[in-house]
């Protein structure tokens, strides 16, 4: 029996470190899984798209598809437009069933990621008295994914830090320099900016200018192709297809 192919699906930016990213991220994840067919799709901006990577995958006799959003929270983009965009697929494309997985986050491999980029930019948690930690999100609307960067910032709280505070580069508040300024006020001596994005543009470049801005001390790089991620992605992707090779065997 062969295994489904794992369709990882980006939102897009015209940035074009985003898209660079994303690929390196999938490269990253066909090299831990030799054999694993994975391919990739954007939601705007970039191409291919969604629809045209399935109609592609469809005529080339992949009837079982994966489709894993690459994305921290459950958010508009994974209730909503991924959703739509799978059905609209699958009415198009009877031959081919698609499963969609669930979004990464909340994971130790994602604070495992967080925690990488942060000893890279020079920061750990305790190795200086006193030193507080920003986490900084996209931002959303949507009160779940808020709520899940809120608990994941008190999770991050026992691990060595004085202090930790979320923040959004957008939809929601308090932006990063507020964050920052309020940790300063708190008594933190040092304050890192951990940006919990997976891959570069206009909001974590909005949170690197909100860190510089009210004098954050460490500035971490997004999540990127870390290898911690390639293996969550890999989490995700076997999780969704048991269901989908179990029901082949049945």
């Known amino acids: 029996m062969t295994h489904p192919t794992l369709l990882v699906i980006a939102h897009g930016s015209r940035d074009p470190r985003h898209a660079a990213t994303v ?3 999938t ?8 054999g694993l067919r994975v391919e990739t799709a954007f939601l ?4 291919p798209s969604v629809p045209r990577v399935l109609e592609r995958l469809a005529a080339q006799g992949e009837g079982e598809i994966v489709a894993l959003p690459l994305l921290l929270t459950r958010a508009f983009h994974a209730k909503t437009d991924i959703p739509s965009v799978l059905r609209e697929a699958r009415t198009r494309l009877p031959g081919l069933r698609v ?11 994602l604070n495992a990621t967080l925690e990488r980029r942060l000893r890279e930019a020079g920061v750990r948690p305790g190795d200086v008295p006193r030193t507080g930690l920003v986490l900084a999100a996209a931002g959303s609307s949507d009160p779940e994914a808020i709520a899940v960067i809120a608990e994941i910032a008190r999770e991050l709280r026992h691990t060595g830090w004085c202090a ?4 959004f580069a957008s939809a ?6 507020d964050a920052v300024r309020a940790l300063r006020t708190e008594g ?3 304050v890192a900016v951990a940006p919990y994005v997976i891959a570069p543009g206009r909001l974590p470049d909005r949170i690197a200018a909100g860190a510089e801005a009210a004098g ?18 890999l989490d995700r992707f076997d999780e969704a297809r048991v269901p989908v090779e179990a029901s082949l065997s049945a």
């Open 23 to 25: 690929h390196a991220l």
């Open 27 to 34: 490269e990253r994840v066909r090299a831990e899984r030799p």
């Open 44 to 47: 705007e901006f970039n191409a």
């Open 99 to 109: 499963r969609q997985a669930d979004v990464l986050g909340p994971s130790p491999l």
């Open 164 to 167: 930790v505070r979320p923040a």
């Open 172 to 177: 929601s508040l308090p932006r990063t320099e």
């Open 188 to 190: 933190a001596d040092r």
């Open 216 to 233: 954050a001390d460490v500035v971490a790089d997004v999540l990127g192709p870390a290898p911690e991620l390639a293996r969550l992605l």
